[in-house]
């Protein structure tokens, strides 16, 4: 994955809590410490100053590492992007610091690798190590987050692991960060769970920065601000000034594209599973043989021709096959996993078409 992509789905993270509705610097909760995620204090604060996560990833001699710390810096009025790099180093030639000094605010960004089960634990970590006095947000990290990656190599799902790494990724050790995979060679390691290969919404007309909202419902929100109140939020900020410009400008059409949408995860490999000497895989045809009989659908669809639309796994591991009816006319919705037409069977009540 490129940078400048990985960056993009950053910046949802970055500015979140940048300036919070009704968007005037005024208002009680923008005048106060309004940013809830990834937020390093100086030492000695008695809140965080230090975050660090790990992940396994898979490589060899030629593979290297880069990480990219990044991170809203409070100065005055104003909340500065910065970002601190470490280039692409060779596994062996770890650990690597790089320290950074944007007065008053000094830390230091760490990246390291042992190896581990046939691979390699990386593991990364941001200090604030900014000086005592002073303003403490201007002495702070803001919606700290590192982009981490391998040149040559692989990164691991600590989500989804596979088996032989399953016992290494469940070692792995973090304190106000999560590894979630944006490409097989990226990662974001992000001051909230995100799922792995989190994408950018296309209905999402851009940021909106108060503290993860739903779309719809801000924009909605701010349509009912005053003209007076548009323009009290708009003074003196740009970013907030094309927000309340680029809302008003929505079309009915757009605001309707903002009430949800329901599509499958494309860039995440597809599950597969093995029932005796079958390989249960999404476009497999089966035969349905439904054994709880726990609802009128066991009955109706017993014996019925169905297509699997995808292998999934709830919170205590269990595995199901979702299926799409062969001669349901309304199939093509269940394929974009819309109710009604899209049924879960145990991977024993499926029979495979050979």
């Known amino acids: 994955m490129s940078l400048e992509h990985a960056r993009a789905l950053s910046d949802a993270i970055l500015y979140e809590g940048y300036l919070l509705y009704p968007y005037r610097t005024d208002a009680l909760k923008n005048r ?28 060899g001699p030629a593979t290297r590492a880069f990480a990219v710390l990044r991170f809203l810096h409070p100065v005055a009025d104003e909340a500065v992007a ?5 280039a692409p180093v060779a596994l062996g030639a770890l650990p690597v610091r790089v320290a950074f000094d944007f007065a008053p605010l000094a830390g230091e960004l760490a990246i390291a690798a042992t190896p581990i089960d046939g691979a390699y634990r990386l593991s990364i970590s941001v200090q604030n190590l900014s000086g005592p006095g ?8 803001v919606s700290a987050h590192v982009v981490l990656g391998v040149i040559d190599g692989e990164l691991v799902s600590l989500t989804d692991p596979p088996p032989a790494l399953r016992a290494a990724c469940e070692g792995c050790r973090q304190a106000g960060t999560w590894p979630a995979l944006l490409a097989r060679d990226t990662a974001l390691c992000a001051p909230i769970i995100l799922p792995d290969f989190p994408e950018l919404a296309p209905e999402s007309p851009g940021d909106l920065f108060d503290g993860l909202e739903i779309d719809e419902i801000l924009s909605l929100r701010i349509l009912t ?9 708009s003074r003196g900020d740009p970013r907030v000034a094309a927000l309340i410009a680029r809302t008003e400008a ?17 860039d995440r490999p597809p599950r597969t599973l093995r029932t005796g000497d079958a390989i249960l895989e999404p476009g497999a045809r089966v035969v349905l043989r439904p054994r709880a009989r726990a609802d009128i659908f066991d009955l109706a669809l017993a014996g019925r021709a169905a297509t699997i639309a995808s292998i999934e796994e709830d919170w205590d591991g269990r595995s199901y096959v979702t299926v799409t009816i ?5 199939r093509d919705l ?10 879960f069977f145990g991977p024993d009540e499926v029979e495979p078409i050979r």
Request: aromatic share 4%; hydrophobic share 35%.
């Open 250 to 266: 929505l079309t009915a059409d757009q605001l309707g594209r903002l009430h949800g949408a329901l599509r499958m995860r494309g």
């Open 134 to 141: 002073g303003d403490a947000l201007a002495c702070s990290l």
């Open 225 to 233: 601000l005053t003209g007076e109140e548009r323009a009290r939020a």
């Open 82 to 86: 910065r970002e601190v790099a470490i």
């Open 32 to 59: 106060r410490d309004r940013w809830l995620f990834g937020v390093l204090r100086p030492p000695g604060s008695g809140e965080a100053s230090e975050l660090s996560g790990e992940c396994i990833a898979r490589g």
């Open 334 to 343: 269940g394929a974009e996993g819309r109710p009604g037409h899209r049924f």
């Open 326 to 330: 062969d001669d349901d006319p309304g």
